[in-house]
């Protein structure tokens, strides 16, 4: 009887022992298999670009650059504390994207921008206006911008962003739609957010509600 129960215990005893090591070499393989695939889906995540986020990029460091040569006039012709406040922002925020998209762009090996007209064919685009991104001003409201000052140059320079903001919120509402580089994804929902309150906020400075 002794020897029975021995016996029966020595085989449970086996047989957990079986069965633990089973689940920790299952453990540690779905481990592996887990960290692996984290792994190569961070690393493609990261490198996965398409045709639409080059585009963005091409498009949206030009539409920065003339806002930021529309904000750097403000310091010396706005007469409203307001309105310059809203140009140094401005500066603040789209100067390091434009470094950030111009990164991608040379780790993409692709140019700065289209250098064929290709603007025409971009995504987001707004051609009723008359101009090849939405929201940008052309040579004759940049010049009479540039000789305003004071009172006129307020209205002026507030009028012109809301419009060439409105182009920026179009152009990243595409990229968010259509992009496939989660860094330029995250981007153009930052530009939709920050863009759209600042519109909110320039309307309220013309007394627009």
């Known amino acids: 009887m002794r020897n029975t129960r021995t016996l029966t215990r020595r085989a449970v005893l086996t047989a957990v022992s079986v069965t633990a090591a089973l689940v920790l070499a299952a453990c540690g393989s779905d481990d592996a298999d887990s960290q692996a695939g984290a792994g190569s889906s961070t690393s493609a995540s990261a490198g996965a670009h398409n045709a639409q986020d080059v585009s963005f990029a091409q498009g949206m460091i030009p539409h920065h650059q003339q806002a930021l040569e529309m904000a750097k006039l403000a310091a010396d012709q706005?007469?409203?504390?307001?309105?310059?406040?809203?140009?140094?922002?401005?500066?603040?925020?789209?100067?390091?994207?434009?470094?950030?998209?111009?990164?991608?762009?040379?780790?993409?090996?692709?140019?700065?921008?289209?250098?064929?007209?290709?603007?025409?064919?971009?995504?987001?685009?707004?051609?009723?206006?008359?101009?090849?991104?939405?929201?940008?001003?052309?040579?004759?409201?940049?010049?009479?911008?540039?000789?305003?000052?004071?009172?006129?140059?307020?209205?002026?320079?507030?009028?012109?962003?809301?419009?060439?903001?409105?182009?920026?919120?179009?152009?990243?509402?595409?990229?968010?739609?259509?992009?496939?580089y989660g860094p330029a994804t995250s981007m153009a929902d930052d530009i939709v957010s920050a863009q759209t309150a600042e519109i909110t906020e320039m309307n309220k400075l013309l007394g627009k509600n």
């Open 78 to 180: 706005a007469s409203s504390t307001e309105v310059k406040d809203l140009a140094s922002r401005i500066e603040k925020a789209q100067d390091p994207e434009i470094e950030t998209m111009s990164g991608w762009l040379t780790s993409w090996g692709e140019k700065a921008s289209e250098s064929s007209g290709g603007m025409d064919s971009m995504p987001g685009m707004d051609h009723s206006a008359g101009s090849a991104m939405p929201g940008m001003m052309d040579d004759s409201d940049m010049g009479m911008l540039k000789k305003a000052s004071g009172a006129d140059f307020d209205t002026m320079f507030l009028t012109m962003m809301i419009e060439h903001h409105k182009g920026a919120v179009a152009m990243a509402t595409t990229e968010k739609d259509k992009g496939r």
